[in-house]
């Protein structure tokens, strides 16, 4: 297996300009790269292939009824083998159209979910703590969960790894710590067509499958899908991103953060405060008032340390915690991905398309 330090110079270039800049022809990304064209769709060809990365296309649906993002993390007996914790929550809890992503180890768990509304969540965390009490799963506790309803809250980090790799590789490209909240909705509510519902839930599902692949799947055609992919990218309503494969260029560690705000001194939201936890290493930060949940990539125990120290620094400097933050670090080759990146599901039943089209995606 090529690890990171095996890659090419140029490799590691174009894999952070496919992070950047996912949404970029091959010519536009060798302009930014100033790389020939050639050399850029031969490297991406050749990074796809070995399985560096792939491509994802998240559904942008706080325009479509979707209110909430939900964090939940639970701690668990190690008595209970992690294959037998999955198949079990695979069958009760996994089912569930708004968990996106899930992720285990022997003695804890996370995972994410979008959702319409909150009796929804609550339904499933119900599930979820019924399910785990009556098998013995539970360590100590019930699951956490941490609700950010997008009116209220802010996502300054969705999963965007070109800060990270930027930093590993070393290349020294002056990214611009910009403030973008990915929960804020753009635009007034849509409402789609049975057609657009269709091609939507199909670009979600395959986000590598082509305009004329999607049009004959669904009996439309490739203009009338690459119209409408135009559409829904100007109106903010799908988001590219490209997920580099962390495990396979070296990183060994993912952290879990939950922090909560001493409530007599919170973050000022007003001018995103909070952002300055975010480091190269952060590639996801929601936050609300009075607290926030973090996903940090670190390449060794080193790294993670360095990055936790340096948060702690800020959080006390500043007096914003009266506790300590809750912190779960996962080896990201012993941690089982349960649900990896699973939009699909739920944009189907945010979205809604015809019966035929979930039968064909498997949803």
């Given at each position: 297996?090529?690890?990171?330090?095996?890659?090419?110079?140029?490799?590691?270039?174009?894999?952070?300009?496919?992070?950047?800049?996912?949404?970029?022809?091959?010519?536009?990304?060798?302009d930014?790269?100033?790389?020939?064209?050639?050399?850029?769709?031969?490297?991406?060809?050749?990074?796809?292939?070995?399985?560096?990365?792939?491509?994802?296309i998240?559904?942008?649906?706080?325009n479509?009824?979707?209110?909430?993002?939900?964090?939940?993390?639970?701690?668990?007996?190690?008595?209970?083998?992690?294959?037998?914790?999955?198949?079990?929550?695979?069958?009760?809890?996994?089912?569930?159209?708004?968990?996106?992503?899930?992720?285990?180890?022997?003695?804890?768990?996370?995972?994410?979910?979008?959702?319409?509304?909150?009796?929804?969540?609550?339904?499933?965390?119900?599930?979820?703590?019924?399910?785990?009490?009556?098998?013995?799963?539970?360590?100590?506790?019930?699951?956490?969960?941490?609700?950010?309803?997008?009116?209220?809250?802010?996502?300054?980090?969705?999963?965007?790894?070109?800060?990270?790799?930027?930093?590993?590789?070393?290349?020294?490209?002056?990214?611009?710590?910009?403030?973008?909240?990915?929960?804020?909705?753009?635009?007034?509510?849509?409402?789609?067509?049975?057609?657009?519902?269709?091609?939507?839930c199909?670009?979600?599902?395959?986000?590598?499958?082509s305009?004329?692949?999607?049009?004959?799947?669904?009996?439309?055609?490739?203009?009338t899908?690459?119209?409408?992919?135009r559409?829904?990218?100007?109106?903010?309503?799908?988001?590219?991103?490209?997920?580099?494969?962390?495990?396979?260029?070296?990183?060994?560690?993912?952290?879990?953060?939950?922090?909560?705000?001493?409530?007599?001194?919170?973050?000022?939201?007003?001018?995103?405060?909070?952002?300055?936890?975010?480091?190269?290493?952060?590639?996801?930060?929601a936050?609300?008032?009075?607290?926030?949940?973090?996903?940090?990539?670190?390449?060794?125990?080193?790294?993670?340390?360095?990055?936790?120290?340096?948060?702690?620094?800020?959080?006390?400097?500043?007096?914003?915690?009266?506790?300590?933050?809750?912190?779960?670090?996962?080896?990201?080759?012993?941690?089982?991905?349960?649900?990896?990146?699973?939009?699909?599901?739920?944009?189907?039943?945010?979205?809604?398309?015809?019966?035929?089209v979930?039968?064909?995606?498997?949803?």
């Amino acid at each position: 297996m090529m690890k990171n330090a095996e890659l090419t110079d140029k490799e590691r270039l174009v894999l952070y300009g496919l992070a950047k800049f996912p949404d970029h022809t091959d010519k536009s990304l060798s302009d930014k790269l100033d790389l020939k064209h050639s050399t850029v769709t031969s490297i991406r060809h050749r990074l796809h292939n070995n399985e560096y990365f792939r491509k994802l296309i998240i559904p942008k649906l706080q325009n479509m009824g979707c209110q909430m993002l939900v964090a939940t993390y639970t701690n668990f007996s190690p008595l209970i083998p992690l294959e037998e914790r999955v198949a079990i929550t695979g069958e009760t809890i996994e089912v569930f159209e708004e968990i996106f992503f899930s992720v285990g180890e022997l003695d804890k768990g996370f995972s994410l979910s979008l959702s319409r509304d909150y009796a929804t969540i609550g339904k499933i965390n119900d599930i979820r703590t019924q399910t785990f009490g009556s098998r013995g799963l539970l360590e100590e506790e019930y699951s956490n969960m941490v609700v950010f309803p997008f009116e209220i809250s802010r996502i300054y980090r969705f999963f965007d790894f070109a800060p990270l790799l930027n930093s590993s590789f070393h290349l020294n490209f002056e990214d611009k710590k910009g403030i973008h909240d990915f929960g804020l909705k753009d635009m007034k509510d849509v409402i789609f067509s049975d057609t657009e519902k269709n091609v939507y839930c199909m670009m979600v599902s395959n986000p590598e499958m082509s305009d004329e692949d999607i049009g004959r799947e669904i009996g439309v055609s490739r203009h009338t899908v690459s119209r409408l992919r135009r559409r829904f990218e100007k109106n903010n309503l799908v988001r590219r991103i490209s997920l580099p494969n962390l495990q396979k260029l070296g990183f060994e560690i993912l952290t879990f953060y939950h922090i909560k705000f001493d409530p007599r001194n919170p973050p000022n939201m007003d001018n995103d405060s909070v952002s300055s936890l975010m480091s190269n290493s952060t590639i996801f930060l929601a936050s609300r008032r009075f607290e926030a949940v973090m996903i940090s990539v670190h390449m060794d125990y080193d790294d993670y340390k360095r990055d936790l120290m340096r948060i702690m620094q800020i959080l006390k400097e500043n007096q914003w915690i009266a506790e300590d933050p809750v912190i779960r670090s996962y080896g990201l080759s012993t941690m089982a991905f349960i649900k990896d990146f699973k939009f699909a599901p739920i944009a189907s039943k945010i979205v809604g398309c015809d019966f035929w089209v979930k039968k064909l995606l498997n949803i």
